[in-house]
């Protein structure tokens, strides 16, 4: 953890803080005029972002999964089993773009690529709405993550 000190004109400070706050992990800024007056000191309590987790390979994530066909069985079923306004729970997200994304992967896909892809990638999206997250990286990879998580812990 270190501090970071910026001398900057008054106008430029939010500008300035949401800078460092996406290079950083920062707490909030320390706002204090200069001795003329004319410009602001921000102090912030900054750290480095941890290093992110390594992606897995579809390999690894999907080590642990059930065949394709018994996903695909086991999605509808759970589809099915609830009423249409009904949310489904992040179980049937995560195992459904997990199944979309393998489909995509396929080697048998390939007539169908890109509408596999897009399906896929729509899911992961999903999901990462679901999670309330934001990945700076293809979603699919995100539900790789979540999946290798999700299976090592069943």
Known sequence: ????RIICDPAEKDRVSEALAAAFTTGPARRHPTRDGQRTRLYLTADHRPEPEPWPTPEEAYVLAPSI??????????AADRPFF???NREFWLRKAALLDRIALSD???SVTSDATDLATRAAQ???ELDDTAVASDPRQYVRQQYAHWAKNQ
């Open 1 to 4: 953890m270190f501090e970071i």
């Open 69 to 78: 066909i018994s996903e695909i069985g086991w999605t509808a079923r759970a």
């Open 86 to 88: 009904d949310a489904l």
């Open 108 to 110: 048998d896909a390939d």
């Open 126 to 128: 999903r999901l990462m």
